[in-house]
């Protein structure tokens, strides 16, 4: 079975800090991978995601990925975040399956 | 579209009571997902359903809890009797399968904000 690990579980960072948050999956087969986030009383939402081509993918609001799978690696970056990136963070990864499986999230606090 | 519709988005019930939550997938989608979000464990998967058949309901926590899907455009969630435990946010989302370039990326509902007492 697919697993998802996010290593960190909490990220404080001034407004114009860069971000970069770490997501490994464990699945050796085809993968999908996607970054959602929730906002404070929101639901998920897809910030990007990874199906197949270009290693590194753009999402909105500035935020890029890049696939390493020689390290079952998708993290999550943005060179300069706002206050409004406040919010939970998570990786999936789904399979053919069709099975998503999340990590269990990390929050980013930004302070202005 | 209207996306995932869910409901109620709020409920709040005493132990003991039979809740039901219901969603509506977004049409076309054929799969279904329902997660349940807590401080204490995250986002967990229950069960979720490929054209309406349930393919994978481990995550269902014990027999309090049921799913159906009686067709492609609803779903229910039922927890009978509630505990105070059971309090949580539950949210559906669905998704088609990664054909012809479409992901298979979920789209969430706003949740049902479950409070039992």
């Known amino acids: 079975a697919q697993s998802v690990s996010q290593h960190n579980h909490h990220v404080i960072l001034s407004e114009a800090a860069s971000l970069e948050l770490g997501c490994n999956y464990s699945y050796g087969g085809t993968v999908n991978l996607f970054w959602y986030v929730q906002y404070p009383g929101q639901h998920l939402q897809l910030l990007l995601k990874?199906?197949?081509?270009?290693?590194l993918v753009k999402g909105i609001k500035g935020f890029e990925a890049e696939f390493i799978k020689s390290k079952f690696s998708f993290n999550l970056r943005k060179p300069s975040v706002q206050w409004s990136d406040t919010a939970e963070y998570f990786c999936a990864v789904k399979t053919n399956a069709g099975k998503s499986t999340f990590g269990d999230g990390t929050t980013l606090t930004v302070k202005p | 579209d209207a996306g995932v519709i869910q409901s109620p988005r709020h409920e709040v019930t005493e132990m003991g009571q039979e809740v039901t939550l219901r969603c509506k997938p977004i049409?076309?989608?054929?799969?279904l997902f329902w997660y349940r979000q807590t401080m204490m464990r995250g986002l967990e998967l229950l069960i979720y359903f490929n054209n309406n058949v349930p393919i994978d309901d481990s995550g269902m926590p014990e027999d309090r809890f049921s799913a159906k899907m009686p067709n492609a455009s609803f779903s229910t969630l039922k927890i009978q009797p509630s505990e105070p435990r059971d309090s949580a946010v539950y949210f559906c989302?669905?998704?088609?399968?990664?054909?012809?370039?479409?992901?298979?990326?979920?789209?969430f509902g706003e949740g049902s904000r479950l409070t039992v007492l």
């Open positions: 049409s076309g989608h054929d799969y």
């Open positions: 990874y199906f197949s081509g270009d290693p």
């Open positions: 989302a669905s998704s088609s399968f990664a054909t012809r370039g479409v992901t298979g990326e979920l789209f």
